[in-house]
């Protein structure tokens, strides 16, 4: 499904990611782990087009994707959310979920300024699609309130709502359980692979703390200072020495 | 919609229509200039909100796409007769003398043109920085202007152009601002309106959802550009005078202005935003006259309506912010005793701030 083949980042001197070698295949759910400034944001935005990476290629289905714009790569296939929530903070629940079903609707600026037959159609499909989502994460009844007005549990869960009316085939999630208690980051894991099965998705996830990942990856790749220190089971990468060396102080 | 706001928005329109056709029957010729004014004023001023209020760019160059308009839809109606007139000092290049058109394939025309111009400024401009985008546009007006006052052949130079016909009636007019302002708001409605919406709230969210940025800032500032050049037009076809030194950046401060006091992002907001504008501008302008007030007597001071303006802002600014409307619209709900006495009631800075924050 996805492969990056040595990919490196540099801003100027600094080496955010180095040589990284990501392989997943479908329909797996899959660790990027390590401890802050390690390199997994950035690896996530050279994977989606917001950075060209300086060096290595990115495959996605066996198409390479390195350098392509973001919103390209979004229409091939890899949706993400971000670490810092971005809502559209100027409209509510269901139209941040409308702006992603956009790009499947296919219709032109004219076309949907006059209204067309064949515009108005598919916007009530993307309505009726955009709502069963919105429903099937308890969300639809604050389908017409104004995003950034959701507790902060719910816009982590909008945000993945979003990324997935995109209709991709790959899902990234950054970070999705920052500022949640453990009680919540479990609901989120479970989620996540209630997703992952409804909608025949595979998913790359980013975690601080390796603990809340351990139940749901199958592997994971452990990121210190941009280098790739561990990649295995999480049984495996529990017991190696070098992450348990680069988490002592973290965790 | 409902059906009782279905009936008041007929009502609300035959109230309007009736008010245009009454003010058109009975006024004398400077307020019909006035109400007429308003009208061009609505449709400059929503064509910039489109950019600075909906896509969130910050465009100085609307004097120049008004230019363009108006001198592209001027020098297409004239007569062969009124253009040789005009053109005393050099002659008008051959293949323009004697083009006459109707007026509605000029203004049309006046408004492609303007809408390609826009292209060629906006392709490049928008793939920098956004800052750059009033900087680039800020220079273009300029060298519009340099262009049209050294183009003597084609623009008839300085001197600018005289009795270019006057079609803008107020019917005429005030068709094209109902036009402008039925087109933008069923543009942002749209689907395609909400990506326009997301790029002013989120670029790397919107790139994100599939959204091409940069193909909606364009397509946005050639949206943009077309109105503003359909307004160049007809301001042009009101005042039957134009010139290059009309087209200055006070021209663009003008429509910024009714952008900001009727709040950025509010269709309603500029549509009231520019009647009120356009009726202080003309009630104030005894300011800049010599006054004789009894006891005081002033020499006139030109600029003083400038000043106050400014000052208006200024307010504005200050104790509301998001202006009149800020990014609401017009609704019949907004009229019930409840709510407006809501919008009344100042809002505390911390919950202003808490809702703006993530
Ligand atoms: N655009 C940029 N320009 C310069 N340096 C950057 C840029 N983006 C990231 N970095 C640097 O790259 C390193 C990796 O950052 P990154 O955001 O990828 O870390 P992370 O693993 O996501 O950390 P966190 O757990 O804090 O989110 C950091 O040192 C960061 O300062
Ligand atoms: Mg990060």
Known sequence: MLRTDSVSMRFGGLTAVADLNIAIEKNEIIGLIGPNGAGKTTAFNMITGVYTPTEGKVFFKSHDVTGMKAHRITHKGIARTFQNIRLFKDMNVLENVLVACHLRMDVGVFASTLHLPGYLKKERESKDFAMSLLESVGLADEAAESAISLPYGKQRRLEIVRALATKPELLLLDEPAAGMNPQESLELMDFIVRIRDQYDLTILLIEHHMQVVMGVCKRMYVLDYGVTIAHGTPDEIQKDPKVIEAYLGVE | ?358
């Open chain 2, 1 to 358: 919609m409902n059906k009782k706001n279905t009936i008041r928005a007929v009502v609300a329109l035959t109230v309007g229509v009736a008010i245009i056709a009454i003010g058109d029957a009975f006024l004398g010729p400077f307020a019909v200039r006035i109400l007429n004014l308003s009208a061009i004023y609505i449709i400059l001023a929503l064509s910039l909100n489109l950019l600075n209020g909906f896509t969130g760019l910050f465009s100085l160059g609307h004097a120049g796409f008004m230019a363009v308009g108006a001198y592209v839809s001027a020098l297409l109606t004239m007569t062969p007769a009124q253009k040789s007139m005009n053109f005393f000092l050099t002659p008008i290049v051959p293949w323009l003398d004697t083009v006459q058109l109707p007026f509605i394939v000029a203004l049309i025309i006046a408004g492609l043109c303007a809408a390609f111009v826009g292209l060629l400024i906006g392709a490049p401009a928008l793939r920098l920085r956004d800052d750059y985008l009033a900087i680039a546009t800020l220079g273009f007006a300029e060298i519009i202007r340099v262009l049209i006052t050294n183009a003597q052949s084609l623009t008839n130079g300085a001197q600018g152009l005289k009795a270019i016909p006057k079609y803008s009636t107020t019917w005429v007019v005030w068709g094209a601002a109902a036009i402008a302002a039925l087109f933008l708001v069923m543009l942002l409605r749209s689907s395609y309106g909400r990506t326009i919406k997301a790029v002013r709230d989120d670029e790397i969210a919107a790139e994100a959802m599939g959204v091409n940025v940069f193909r909606v800032k364009v397509t946005s500032f050639v949206i943009s550009s077309f109105w503003a050049g359909i307004g160049g037009a007809l301001l042009g076809h009101m005042i039957t005078t134009i010139d290059p030194k009309m087209f200055n950046l006070i021209l663009t401060f003008n429509i910024l202005l009714i952008v900001v006091l009727g709040g950025n992002g509010s269709i309603t907001g500029s549509v009231l935003g520019a009647i009120i504008v356009t009726v202080l501008m003309e009630a104030l302008r005894f300011l800049d006259m010599p006054m004789n007030l009894v006891f005081i007597k002033t020499q006139g001071l030109p600029g003083l309506r400038m000043v106050i303006f400014s000052i208006l802002l200024m307010i504005v600014v200050l104790y509301r912010q998001r202006g009149l409307m800020g990014t609401k619209e017009f609704s019949w709900d907004m009229l019930s005793a409840k709510a407006l006495l809501a919008a009344l009631k100042p809002k505390k800075r911390g919950e202003r701030a808490r809702k703006g924050g993530r």
